[in-house]
Every structure is written in structure tokens, then in C-alpha cells.
């Protein structure tokens, strides 16, 4: 059984930096894709980075230059790094692991991300 977790979250002030991992369990863990998202209360999911098996890199407007996905394939890990963080980049953060151009996958159960003075 597949398993997939979220962690590095927490409440940082506006300008503030945070990294989140993404461990999964899964086999052939470099050839999937993995994408971050995050839902905000009230709000629909939304995708805000995702790489793929190459590495390449893509990411929502919202929060290009300031956050960086990268993976590191002999750990099944997958990293966010978030920079300059916003007031509304709070949501929860899921990681989504899932056979390039598929939809689905495998999704974690989420880690909370809250930036406020």
C-alpha cells in the first residue's frame, strides 16, 4: 500500500521561509510526477508546483520566484521550498504522487501552512 506524507509545515510570519517534504512509499519512485497543492478554507484545490521524472519544473503564478520544487529520487523525496510567504499562501499543503499524464495518484493527508504576524 502506497503511503504518502506531508511534513514541514507551521505557522511562520509574512516574509518568512519554510520547507515541506514529501515521502512516499511508492516503487519506482522516479517515474512519477509529483505535484504540490494547497486549499485554502473556502477555496477550490489548487496545484501550485509539480516536476517531473526529467526534473523539469513547473509552477502557478501566484508563486513563481518565490517557491522551488526539486526532488531527490534516492530518498523518494520530493521538497517545497517556500520564500517571501504571503498572508495567502495559508491553506493546507497535499502532495499528489501520480504516472505521468494521468490524473489521480496517490495523495497525502496534508500539513498545515499558516503565515501571520
Known amino acids: 500500500q502506497v503511503q504518502v506524507v506531508e511534513s514541514g509545515g507551521g505557522l511562520v510570519q509574512p516574509g518568512g521561509s519554510l520547507r515541506l517534504s514529501c515521502a512516499a512509499s511508492?516503487?519506482?519512485?522516479?517515474?512519477?510526477?509529483i505535484a504540490w497543492y494547497r486549499q485554502a478554507p473556502g477555496q477550490q484545490r489548487e496545484r501550485v508546483a509539480r516536476i517531473s521524472t526529467s526534473g523539469t519544473t513547473n509552477y502557478t503564478a501566484s508563486v513563481k520566484g518565490r517557491f522551488t520544487i526539486s526532488r531527490d529520487n534516492a530518498k523518494n523525496t520530493v521538497y517545497l521550498q517556500m520564500t517571501s510567504l504571503k498572508v495567502e499562501d495559508t491553506a493546507v499543503y497535499y502532495c499528489n504522487v501520480v504516472a505521468p499524464y494521468s490524473s489521480g495518484g496517490y495523495w497525502g493527508q496534508g500539513t498545515q501552512v499558516t503565515v501571520s504576524s
Open positions: 511508492v516503487r519506482s519512485f522516479s517515474s512519477y510526477w
